[in-house]
Nanobody, 121 residues
Framework: QVQLVESGGGLVQAGGSLRLSCAAS????????MGWYRQAPGKQRELVAALGSGGSTPYADSVKGRFTISTDNSKNTVYLQMNSLKPEDTAVYYC???????????????WGQGTQVTVSS
């Protein structure tokens, strides 16, 4: 079993910053990718940013230049530094990890419980 625990959400004024963290724990043999998604009320969940083992780092166009994703592989942790926040960034942010739990396993997607980010104007 793999658990993802997020932290760092909250309420911030427009123009402010927040840093989200997500730590993966449990049965982990290998992590192929980690990333962040978000879902605003009435909208579909969308990719914010991701880091893959191949080095690719896709960002949503709406956050390019403002958000930065990074990882600490020794801690199985992914971070999302969010600067110059806008009211339209308000959403529940979900951590995702693609994990192989043991040697013969296949990679599977796991999700955190979500953390609320609210940006006031």
């Amino acid at each position: 079993q793999v658990q993802l625990v997020e932290s760092g959400g909250g309420l911030v004024q427009a123009g402010g910053s927040l840093r989200l963290s997500c730590a993966a724990s449990g049965s982990i043999f290998s992590i192929n990718a980690m990333g962040w998604y978000r879902q605003a009320p009435g909208k579909q969940r969308e990719l914010v940013a991701a880091l893959g083992s191949g080095g690719s780092t896709p960002y949503a166009d709406s956050v390019k230049g403002r958000f930065t994703i990074s990882t600490d592989n020794s801690k199985n942790t992914v971070y999302l530094q969010m600067n110059s926040l806008k009211p339209e960034d308000t959403a529940v942010y979900y951590c995702n990890a693609r994990v192989k739990a043991y040697y013969g396993d296949t990679f599977k997607d796991y999700w955190g419980q979500g953390t609320q980010v609210t940006v006031s104007s």
